[in-house]
């Protein structure tokens, strides 16, 4: 629908074709669009360098992000509806390629029931499980139930029963690590707890008998 005022054509948005990639604007769109109907590939050629030139100065502040020349010309064929027939100085990005789907990550294996351990115990439990039985395996079974009083204490509170790392390591191991059978004592909260949070809490205790008059 076009409306004639004083001699001039007005042409609503809504009525315009869509634009590839809004960044550029519409001018950009009708320089690409005309680039396509060209009739040779010299001419085209010609004009898509010109247009990627166009195109770099209205996104200078990537210049510096790596292959920035090479995103132009993906940018260039995406707008051009990948349409455009030239001699491209990098391989030619595809549709098939631009919509194709990610492949999925896997997550990463996390004990999620207690968080408070961080996202390597389980990694961590997994390989031991995985180790002959042997001095060395006791070893880490022991170093992997120290650390968990550690995280439990750092993020909980100041004491843990070590029956409870002990219940919780049995759990995450699927019962095949079983240090409370074996009476094995961990180390003392004390010595475990960072020094951060001790510092920290006796800067709390100072705070709060600051100012008290002594009995």
């Not at 509806?81 to 491209?88: G, Q, R, S």
């Not at 843990?160 to 079983?178: P, T």
């Amino acid at each position: 629908m076009m409306n004639n005022i004083t001699g001039y054509e007005l042409q609503y948005n809504s009525e315009r074709e869509n634009l590839l990639i809004p960044e550029y604007g519409r001018h950009v769109q009708k320089l690409v669009n005309h680039c396509i109907s060209l009739p040779t590939k010299e001419e085209r050629n010609k004009m898509a360098l010109a247009i990627i030139e166009v195109m770099g100065n209205l996104q200078p502040h990537l210049r510096d992000v790596p292959d920035f020349k090479h995103k132009l010309w993906d940018q260039l064929y995406i707008i051009a509806d990948f349409k455009l027939d030239v001699d491209a100085p990098y391989e030619v990005l595809t549709k098939e390629e631009l919509k194709a789907k990610p492949i999925k990550l896997p997550y990463p294996k996390t004990a999620n029931k207690y968080r408070f351990y961080g996202n390597n115990i389980q990694i961590m439990i997994d390989e031991a499980v995985n180790w002959e039985d042997s001095e060395l395996k006791e070893a880490l079974n022991l170093t992997i139930a120290n650390h968990m009083k550690k995280c439990f204490l750092n993020w909980n509170k100041d004491t843990v029963d070590d029956a409870v790392i002990f219940k919780h390591l049995k759990e995450l191991s699927n019962g095949k690590i079983d240090l409370d059978a074996k009476e094995i004592i961990l180390a003392e909260s004390s010595s475990l707890i960072s020094k951060k949070k001790a510092t920290t809490t006796n800067k709390k205790n100072n705070k709060k008998n600051y100012g008290r008059k002594r009995r």
